[in-house]
Nanobody, 131 residues
Framework: EVQLVESGGGLVQAGGSLRLTCVASGRSFDDYVIGWFRQAPGKEREGVSC????????YYTPSLKGRFTTSSDNAKNTVYLQMDMLKSEDTAVYYC????????????????????????WGKGTLVTVSS
């Protein structure tokens, strides 16, 4: 089993930046990929990015690439989501999730269905962007 804890959410003005952190525990960090997801009020949860620490590769939902960057620190079992040039429509609860077999590259084409590929979820952290 994998435990995930997100942090770093908060209130930020439009145009600002935030960095979210996801700390994983319970299994070898190389055993799984980590995805970032978000759920805005009244909307379905959607994929943001996915990173494979063992491969050193990250993939993004096309609409967010260029503003959001995912990275990992394998020594700390930690994944980050750097969010820049934030917009009011980025307001959402952000979750990290882990999967033992999800192909990270799929999040590019299927960001909505990526949620079904995850095995473990954190509790989320709220990001509010004021306009």
């Amino acid at each position: 089993e994998v435990q995930l804890v997100e942090s770093g959410g908060g209130l930020v003005q439009a145009g600002g930046s935030l960095r979210l952190t996801c700390v994983a525990s319970g299994r070898s960090f190389d055993d799984y990929v980590i995805g970032w997801f978000r759920q805005a009020p009244g909307k379905e949860r959607e994929g943001v990015s996915c990173i494979s620490s063992s491969e050193g590769s990250a993939y993004y939902t096309p609409s967010l690439k260029g503003r959001f960057t995912t990275s990992s620190d394998n020594a700390k079992n930690t994944v980050y989501l750097q969010m820049d040039m934030l917009k009011s429509e980025d307001t959402a609860v952000y979750y990290c999730a882990a999967s033992l077999d999800y192909p990270c590259s799929s999040i590019y084409h299927y960001p909505q269905s990526a949620v079904y590929g995850m095995d473990y979820w954190g509790k989320g952290t709220l990001v509010t962007v004021s306009s």
